[in-house]
């Protein structure tokens, strides 16, 4: 059974810091790989999709990374921001239907 | 244009009650996802729906919750007899066409509260 774990659970920065999100998966046959971001009582926000034949993706201050075999993937933000702050998800698809399975997400939080 | 839309926003029954929960889907959006964001529990997936069959109905919790898409667009999402366990936000997603190469766009969530 595929499972998603996110670490850490949490993570306080201050502005201006860069900083890395890391996601692990147990079973590497996956097809692709979404990181999204949850702000307060919202739904999710895609954030950049890395299909399983592709190392990284890049969006503005966010690069992503996929090292499909180890089961691996980081989110990297550059210079982060107050704006910045809401709960990070990742996500893989494992089935050609293409269902999601989550982890369980990164709270962030970028202090002024 | 227009996101996923859903309705209501927040919705507060109380057990034993039936509620519909609806998803409106970008248009053109062939396939139609339901996910359920429990405290603790974390996304699940629940249901999946190419036009309007429902090929994968294996995250349904029970046979209290049923769905369906109507004209390859609005689907509604059941669930009959709440329970307190059924409390969570119920998030909808649509793409393109189904299957695993596309991005999902999701919808703000329905707040279910039964008391």
């Known amino acids: 059974k595929q499972e998603v774990t996110q670490i850490p659970a949490a993570l306080s920065v201050p502005e201006g810091e860069n900083l890395v999100l890391n996601c692990s998966f147990t079973d590497s046959a996956i097809y692709n790989l979404q990181w999204f971001r949850q702000d307060p009582g919202k739904g999710l926000t895609s954030l950049l999709l890395?299909?399983?034949?592709?190392r990284e993706q890049t969006s503005g201050r966010l690069n992503a990374s996929l090292d499909k075999s180890s089961g691996r993937s980081t989110l990297y933000i550059a210079a982060s921001q107050p704006g910045d702050s809401a709960t990070y998800l990742c996500?893989?698809?494992?089935?050609?239907?293409?269902?999601?399975?989550f982890g369980k997400g990164t709270k962030l939080s970028v202090k002024p | 244009g227009a996101g996923v839309s859903q309705s209501p926003s927040n919705k507060v029954t109380e057990k034993g009650k039936d509620v519909e929960l609806r998803c409106d889907p970008i248009s053109g959006h062939t396939a139609l996802y339901w996910y359920r964001q429990s405290l603790g529990q974390g996304l699940e997936f629940l249901i999946y729906?190419?036009?309007?069959?429902?090929?994968?109905k294996s995250g349904l919790p029970s046979d209290r919750f049923s769905a369906e898409r109507t004209g390859g667009s609005v689907s509604t999402l059941t669930i009959q007899r709440t329970q307190q366990e059924d409390s969570a936000v119920y998030l909808c997603?649509?793409?393109?066409?189904?299957?695993?190469?596309?991005?999902?766009?999701f919808g703000p969530g329905t707040r279910l509260t039964v008391t």
């Open positions: 997603a649509s793409s393109l066409v189904g299957g695993a190469y596309y991005e999902q766009y």
């Open positions: 996500a893989v698809r494992i089935g050609s239907q293409g269902n999601l399975i």
């Open positions: 729906f190419q036009g309007n069959s429902a090929p994968d």
């Open positions: 890395i299909q399983s034949s592709q």
